[in-house]
């Protein structure tokens, strides 16, 4: 069966979280760490979290996604912007650790006039301040699709990130098929072929999760704008194929599409439907 589920709101804590999970049939999730614009995190509850392992253990669910949030820049001009980056995920790393063996999803940032050198320096670095080897959670470098000067949008920038990251167990992808697609992979006609370059570049043993999203653009329009599965321009075909692709197929696979908790129910019933046993 895949791993499959959706982005869910984490305002009332990890078990109600895994609880909608399960009402919806969804056996894995991704939430924010904290509000993606205000970075304020609420208290963890650890009571919370524990209950959420014991529920999540019996329900059989896969690995989840924690998202740092989007307004981070790991690799901004401005020394302040990165020691927030810094601080956050940091504190998200140290919180994870109470649910244990799961992953932690982050936008590698923009460099903005920098160059894509010294950005990649400066992500590097945080990764490396931040990663300890003794921790349970495994870092992903999202796939980008290129809008301004975001670092990710090719295979390149994530393995010359990964190469220089010191704890190579923590750290791996995870591709969003919305942001590949616009960033100019073509994963509707030659699927295969991408993902033999996914594995010639970055290995796919580095990959980890997978979002799923239709887009609202065409190949390589660098715009990153998320459509409903079936109703964008990778189409219900290509996703089909897409999520029985070797290298997808046992991953955990998070949708974000622009659904309430009724769409997301009804497209991860349809996704389910196309599963080839
Ligand atoms: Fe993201
Ligand atoms: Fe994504
Ligand atoms: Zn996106």
Not at 224 to 250: C, M, P, Y
Not at 265 to 271: H, P, T, V, Y
């Amino acid at each position: 069966m895949l791993t499959l589920g959706c982005h869910l709101s984490a305002s009332k804590g990890f078990l109600s979280m895994g609880k909608e999970a399960v009402s919806i049939g969804a056996n894995t999730f991704q939430f924010f760490t904290r509000n993606p614009r205000g970075f304020k995190g609420k208290d963890l509850d650890l009571e919370d979290c524990k209950a959420f392992v014991e529920f999540w253990t019996e329900n059989n669910g896969g690995k989840i996604v924690a998202h740092a949030p989007y307004t981070l820049n790991a690799c901004s001009a401005d020394e302040r912007t990165r020691e927030l980056a810094h601080m956050i995920m940091s504190d998200d790393l140290a919180r994870m650790e109470h649910i244990p063996g799961n992953y932690y999803n982050f936008h590698p940032g923009s460099h903005v006039k920098q160059g894509v050198e010294i950005g990649i320096n400066y992500i590097v670095d945080l990764l490396n301040e931040i990663i300890k080897p003794e921790q349970k959670t495994t870092v992903l470098l999202e796939t980008m699709a290129g809008k301004g000067s975001e670092i990710g949008r090719t295979f390149e920038e994530l393995k010359t990130i990964i190469d220089r990251v010191e704890c190579k167990e923590k750290i791996g992808v995870c591709l969003d098929s919305c942001h590949v697609f616009d960033g100019g992979y073509d994963i509707v006609n030659h699927l295969d072929e991408v993902f033999e370059e996914f594995d010639k570049v970055i290995g796919l043993q580095n990959l980890y999760a997978i979002h799923l999203n239709d887009s609202k653009n065409p190949l390589g329009s660098h715009k990153d704008r998320h459509e409903l599965i079936g109703k964008g321009n990778i189409g219900l075909q290509a996703i089909t194929s897409f999520i029985n692709h070797a290298a997808v197929k046992s991953l955990p696979i998070i949708l974000e599409t622009p659904n309430d908790i009724e769409g997301y129910k009804k497209e991860i019933e349809l996704l389910r439907s196309l599963e080839k046993k």
